[in-house]
């Protein structure tokens, strides 16, 4: 079975928030009117939102990505990967993917385990892609 994933920003929201996909916040904090799921475990360490920020010097993706790689070498992020539903898209506040974790996340997690794909931005979707890959039933926020 394969469990397909995306990202979005908040931006974004009312467009998934509208569609038959789960949300689910991967930030350290959500947007008050946010209805989905959160995966605290995704969520950039202090020091990597520091980093993200120009705070320490650090090459933030690095610190990232470290923090993945250790979640995977100590079986935390196979948990994380084992609560992912098809259609879920994971999101922030970012706006550009490319300057945002939650690329980081989607292909760092799709690229090591098996039947996890990354289908990229919510917002470069066709509607009739996702409606023809998730069927025509509606599902409810987790």
Same mark, same amino acid.
């Given at each position: 079975?394969?469990?397909t994933?995306?990202t979005?920003?908040?931006?974004q929201?009312?467009s998934v928030?509208?569609s038959i996909?789960?949300?689910v916040?991967i930030? @350290?904090?959500? #947007? *008050?009117d946010?209805?989905g799921?959160?995966? #605290?475990?995704?969520?950039p360490?202090?020091?990597?939102f520091?980093?993200?920020?120009?705070?320490n010097?650090?090459?933030?993706?690095?610190?990232y990505v470290?923090?993945?790689?250790? +979640?995977?070498d100590?079986?935390?992020?196979k948990?994380?990967?084992?609560?992912?539903?098809?259609? +879920?898209?994971?999101? $922030?506040?970012?706006?550009?993917?490319?300057? $945002?974790?939650?690329l980081?996340?989607?292909?760092?997690?799709?690229?090591r385990?098996k *039947?996890?794909v990354?289908d990229g931005?919510?917002?470069?979707? #066709?509607y009739?892609k @996702?409606a023809s890959? @998730?069927?025509?039933q +509606?599902f409810?926020f987790?």
């Amino acid at each position: 079975m394969t469990t397909t994933i995306y990202t979005a920003g908040y931006l974004q929201s009312k467009s998934v928030r509208d569609s038959i996909v789960y949300p689910v916040n991967i930030a @350290r904090s959500a #947007p *008050g009117d946010f209805e989905g799921a959160t995966i #605290p475990a995704l969520a950039p360490s202090k020091a990597t939102f520091a980093a993200a920020k120009g705070e320490n010097g650090l090459d933030w993706k690095a610190l990232y990505v470290a923090g993945l790689a250790a +979640m995977e070498d100590s079986g935390k992020l196979k948990q994380v990967v084992g609560s992912l539903r098809d259609g +879920m898209v994971l999101m $922030c506040w970012e706006d550009d993917a490319k300057e $945002c974790h939650r690329l980081l996340a989607a292909e760092f997690i799709a690229a090591r385990f098996k *039947g996890v794909v990354y289908d990229g931005e919510w917002k470069d979707q #066709p509607y009739e892609k @996702r409606a023809s890959s @998730r069927g025509q039933q +509606m599902f409810t926020f987790l």
